[in-house]
Structures are given as structure tokens and as C-alpha cells.
Nanobody
Framework: QVQLVESGGGLVQPGGSLRLACAASGSIFRIYDMYWHRRVPGMERERVAVITSGGDTNYADSVKGRFTISRGDTKNTVYLQMNNLKPEDTAVYYC????????????????WGQGTQVTVSS
């Protein structure tokens, strides 16, 4: 099983920036797509950004032009650069990925980690 650990959240004023990081560890043969999601209490988890193994990216309309997803030099890391943050970006942010544990395994998603809290407030 893959463990996902998110970091980098915090309290920031509107218009500020944060950079989130996620590290995956465990039995991993190959990683495919990597994602960032967010969740506001009482609401469904929302996909914010995705990056493929080839580097293609896609974003939710609400964050386009402000957020950038990238993969780290080590294959098991993914980042989310968040600029021009707004109060409506306040949420717990989670990463996830599609991966194979072994060469003979089917592709599967990781289990959700604890997430990292992002609060945008003056």
C-alpha cells in the first residue's frame, strides 16, 4: 500500500501564495497520473489539478491561471504552487495518484492521507 504525506499548508492572506508538497512511499513500481484535491467541511472532495506521467496538466476552472501542479525530480513527489489565493480556496488539500505496486499489478489509486490545511483569510 502507498502512503501519501502532504505538507506546506498554512494561514495566508488573500493574494498570497503557498506551495504544497506530497510524497508517496511504499510499494511502487510505476506512477501514472498524480492529483491534488481539496475538501471543504460538509462538501464533496473536489479535484483541483492533475498531471500525467507525460507532464500534461489539467485544472479545475476555479483555479486556472493561479495554481500550477508539477512533479518533483524524485518520481514520487508532486507539488501544487498556489498563487493569488482567495478565501474560497480555504480547504484541506489532499494528493493522490494512480500507480502499479508491481509490474504485474493492475493500476490503482492510493489511499487518502491526512491532507494539509490551507486557510486564506485577512
Amino acid at each position: 500500500q502507498v502512503q501519501l504525506v502532504e505538507s506546506g499548508g498554512g494561514l495566508v492572506q488573500p493574494g498570497g501564495s503557498l506551495r504544497l508538497a506530497c510524497a508517496a512511499s511504499g510499494s511502487i513500481f510505476r506512477i501514472y497520473d498524480m492529483y491534488w484535491h481539496r475538501r471543504v467541511p460538509g462538501m464533496e472532495r473536489e479535484r483541483v489539478a492533475v498531471i500525467t506521467s507525460g507532464g500534461d496538466t489539467n485544472y479545475a476552472d476555479s483555479v486556472k491561471g493561479r495554481f500550477t501542479i508539477s512533479r518533483g525530480d524524485t518520481k514520487n513527489t508532486v507539488y501544487l504552487q498556489m498563487n493569488n489565493l482567495k478565501p474560497e480556496d480555504t480547504a484541506v488539500y489532499y494528493c493522490n495518484l494512480d500507480y502499479r505496486p508491481r509490474i504485474t499489478s493492475t493500476i490503482r489509486s492510493g489511499s487518502w492521507g491526512q491532507g494539509t490545511q490551507v486557510t486564506v483569510s485577512s
